[in-house]
């Protein structure tokens, strides 16, 4: 994958109406006064200062590190040392202790906030530690007492968030309020663009990307989420043009197997072939480098040779926490799928779960409209199985791709089978109705514990089988609509 780490103002009067305080507000209980805080605030992005962002310091260092986390947390506590202010250090310090537990992240938390209650960073990790109510009480404490600060709009948004209510609109308001305060903050940025992929907005999150790459040519996050919208979009034209453009902006930014994999989504290989070799030529050390490789000669039809390079990349990153999902791509799903020595790479990998090239396993359980399920119906026919809940952020990301695909290509035989994996029943019938899905769910109130999770060996949510009329898995954990699209059409023209 590749390396991706992570404003005009509003006039003072359209402040003073909206979040302006007076006597009445006092007598506000906290959720009245978010409400009217964000009764009268549209999102509009023509109003985010776009001007020229000086990257902190602190930034480029962090980002100097690319993907050696070992080496980052090494030197953190000296980087912290020399940057006492620095919000993308603490983040990350607490993300690295997260893996101590709790206990480790609050003890920093409050040390952190005991030694300056006054420091903005501190006090937005401090009131993000403290839990939905408390959390969301203390951040509209802190903003009566100051509506200028930018951590009490992105503190408020990210606790609306880490309660994972359904209302995203109020968060992606509340972050586009704290980017009209402060828009030097890339991490409000890199969340509202999150948020408006939520709401399936992507013309809106493409914007915003844009409007990141004006303030900051160098940023990558934007650059890699405009690229992907452009080859979402089918606009190769586009996405070619952005990415030398970039890289002629920014020359040291990208690898060389990070420029071979974007010239592979372009369909070149020819020019993904010489970064390869560039790469090789001086000894880059990047696994990736046999990942990219193996995706360039499956794509020329090389298929040992794509074999080999992707065992290669297999045996040397059991780390890699995205490894399963890239050893699953479409370009190695598609070509690869009937291949003994792919099939046990991903038995080996995802813990003999069932996986592309095998014949899927059957489901079982009663409907949410409490009827039985009958895999007979899916016999013969192109069916997804989505495992997901209506708690589950990154599902309901997804959920308006695969209605769209669905809407779409019902009528030429595609179906879809969802495994709902929420705890309570009317959570489930509530986002099946309001979102008008056609398509039945398997519901047992079992949660985690549904006899379907252990028999596919699902360990996390959203989690997608695509099936052949054969009942063979083809794709698994597709994402984007295009995507989807384009393997459903495939698999029902066989």
């Known amino acids: ?80 040392e020399k940057y006492p202010d620095s919000y993308i250090f603490k983040v990350v310090k607490l993300q690295f202790l997260s893996r101590m537990g709790n206990d480790a992240v609050k003890k920093f938390t409050n040390e952190t906030y005991e030694k300056d209650s006054t420091n903005a960073v501190n006090k937005y990790l401090y009131g993000m530690s403290l839990g939905f109510d408390l959390g969301k009480d203390y951040f509209v404490s802190e903003l009566k007492k100051d509506k ?18 359904d209302d995203l609109f109020k968060p992606a308001k509340l972050i586009y309020l704290s980017i ?20 399936n907005k992507p013309e809106e999150s493409a914007l915003l990307n844009g409007i990141i790459l004006v303030k900051n040519p160098a940023n990558t996050n934007a650059f890699a989420a405009l690229f992907s919208y452009y080859i979402e ?4 034209v586009k996405a070619q043009d952005l990415m030398e453009t970039f890289m002629k902006n920014n020359p040291d930014a990208l690898t060389n197997s990070d420029i071979a994999e974007y010239y592979v989504d372009l369909d070149l290989p020819d020019k993904a072939i010489n970064y390869i070799d560039q790469a090789k030529a001086n000894n880059e050390l990047n696994p990736l480098i ?81 009827t039985e399920y009958d895999e007979n119906f899916f016999a013969g026919k192109v069916y997804l199985i989505d495992f997901w809940a209506a708690w589950c952020g990154p599902c309901k990301m997804e959920m308006p791709n695969v209605i769209e695909v669905y809407t779409e290509l019902n009528e030429k035989g595609f179906e879809v089978i969802g495994v709902n994996l929420d705890n309570a029943k009317e959570d489930a019938d509530k986002y099946v109705t309001e ?11 079992q949660a985690w514990k549904d006899p379907n999770v252990a028999n596919f060996k699902v360990s996390g949510i959203p989690s997608t089988f695509l099936v052949d009329k054969n009942g063979i898995i083809r794709y698994k954990n597709i994402r984007g609509k295009k995507l989807l699209l384009d393997s459903v059409n495939k698999l029902l023209s066989e």
Not at 180 to 199: G, H, Q, R, V
Not at 323 to 338: C, D, G, H, M, P
Request: hydrophobic share 40%; with cysteine.
């Open 180 to 199: 009209i305060k402060d828009p030097t903050n890339n991490y409000s940025f890199d969340i509202l663009s999150y948020l408006f992929k939520m709401l």
């Open 435 to 445: 979102n008008k899905i056609m398509w039945k769910h398997i519901y047992s109130g």
């Open 148 to 165: 200028e600060n930018a951590y009490n709009y992105l503190g408020l948004a990210m606790i609306y968030l880490d309660g994972q209510k």
């Open 290 to 370: 046999d990942y990219v490789d193996a995706k360039i000669q499956v794509s020329l039809g090389n298929i040992k040779q794509g074999l080999n390079s992707l065992e290669k990349y297999v045996n040397v990153s059991s780390g890699d926490r995205y490894l399963s999902y890239r050893v699953t791509e479409a370009i190695f799903a598609e070509n690869l799928y009937k291949e003994m020595k792919y099939i046990n790479m991903l038995k080996e990998i995802e813990n003999s779960a069932p996986t592309i090239g095998e014949k899927v396993p059957s489901l079982a359980g009663t409907l949410l409209d409490s």
């Open 1 to 80: 994958m590749k390396n991706i780490l992570t404003g005009m103002l509003v006039t003072l009067l359209l402040i003073t109406m909206v979040i302006g305080c007076s006597k009445k507000e006092s007598a506000l209980t906290t959720d009245q006064y978010i409400d009217k805080l964000l009764s009268d605030i549209e999102i509009d992005l023509s109003k985010i200062n776009t001007e020229l962002m000086v990257v902190p310091e602190d930034q480029i260092i962090f980002e100097s590190y690319k993907d050696d986390y070992a080496k980052l947390d090494k030197d953190l506590d000296s980087l912290l």
């Open 233 to 236: 979009k089918e606009d190769k």
